[in-house]
């Protein structure tokens, strides 16, 4: 039975029945089946996340053995990279792990005389990992401001140690290593704005040019902290429960996401150049229509990531005809 909850994306999703902590997430089987339509080839160009690398190759991937005569090519440097591509008219699809900035879309209009479209994707949890053998018990946006940044506009006390954040015995002296992404980055941008409150990076984070680099990172340093997204969890490392005081915290379950519990949820998108009232062409078409259907959905859950409800993968596709 479905249940509806206004969440922090600013609207009412389907709910399907999961368990907070030890869930088994399911795609919702209210999704469309995707149907194979004839007269689809051609190429397609992806350029921007790298956090939905993985996912837009795995996409891509899957659409080509429905239509051998499709070619998709992804290049995934960051989220700041797909709104001059989409200008440019050298990409077809904008993938992004955070919105567009308004001086992003100021300039797009300024080309186009309109707003580029946003597709939501995807839903991830945008995770604070650290090593496997960490014990933190959780984390308050408070102290991972004052771990990552410089300026602690949350206003707390830096941390430097494991102590500080508040581990004893052999960890209470254990040194943080900070690993995070570099500004290219749309989660880069995105963890500066919520778990930052717009504050500046400590320059003893190391910057690394991938989300499996970072989480590579922590595995490797037993003191090691950093953020990516949920879908590049390795065994090596661990999730952080996460909430905004001590007494609500929360792990990264799609649960939680959906209800806004975890403070560092977000949508994942692929930007689009549609002009309104008009038709986008029929390979980009399709592809979307995959991406937001049961198939496509599966392969996010496949990916690490959470499958977007029903109701918003019908708006995806009312959104692209």
Aim: net charge positive; with cysteine; hydrophobic share 35%.
């Amino acid at each position: 039975m479905k249940i509806f909850l206004n969440i922090l994306f600013g609207f009412s999703v389907a709910l399907w029945t999961l368990n907070s902590y030890s869930q088994t997430v399911t795609v919702d089987p209210d999704i469309r089946t995707y149907e194979k339509v004839s007269g689809v080839s051609g190429s397609l160009n992806s350029i921007g996340s790298d956090t939905l690398n993985n996912l837009m190759t795995l996409w891509a991937e899957s659409f080509a053995e429905i239509y051998p005569n499709v070619k998709v090519q992804i290049e995934g440097k960051g989220s700041s990279t797909a709104p001059p591509a989409l200008i440019e008219g050298t990409a077809q699809l904008g993938p992004m792990s955070r919105q567009m900035k308004s001086e992003e879309i100021d300039k797009f209009e300024a080309r186009f005389g309109y707003r580029p479209t946003p597709v939501k994707v995807a839903i991830d949890a945008l995770a604070v990992f650290v090593h496997k053998d960490n014990p933190i018990p959780g984390l308050t946006l408070k102290q991972v401001d004052s771990i990552f940044s410089s300026t602690r506009k949350f206003g707390g006390l830096d941390i430097v140690k494991w102590g500080d954040a508040g581990l004893s015995g052999q960890w209470s002296n254990s040194p943080i290593t900070i690993y995070g992404r570099n500004s290219a980055s749309g989660t880069y941008g995105y963890f500066k704005k919520v778990a930052m409150k717009k504050g500046d990076y400590k320059i003893t984070v190391k910057e690394q040019p991938g989300s499996s680099a970072v989480v590579q990172g922590v595995a490797s340093e037993l003191g090691g902290i950093g953020y990516s997204g949920i879908g590049y969890k390795t065994s090596g490392v661990r999730t952080v429960p996460l909430g905004k005081k001590e007494s609500a915290i929360f792990e990264p379950t799609m649960t939680n996401c959906l209800t806004g519990d975890y403070p560092l949820a977000r949508f994942l998108y692929v930007y689009i150049n549609k002009k309104p009232g008009e038709a986008i062409d029929k390979l980009t078409v399709e592809f979307l229509k995959f991406v937001a259907s049961k198939a496509g959905q599966e392969i996010v859950l496949k990916d690490g990531y959470y499958p977007l409800p029903a109701s918003v993968c019908d708006e995806v596709s009312s959104l692209i005809q």
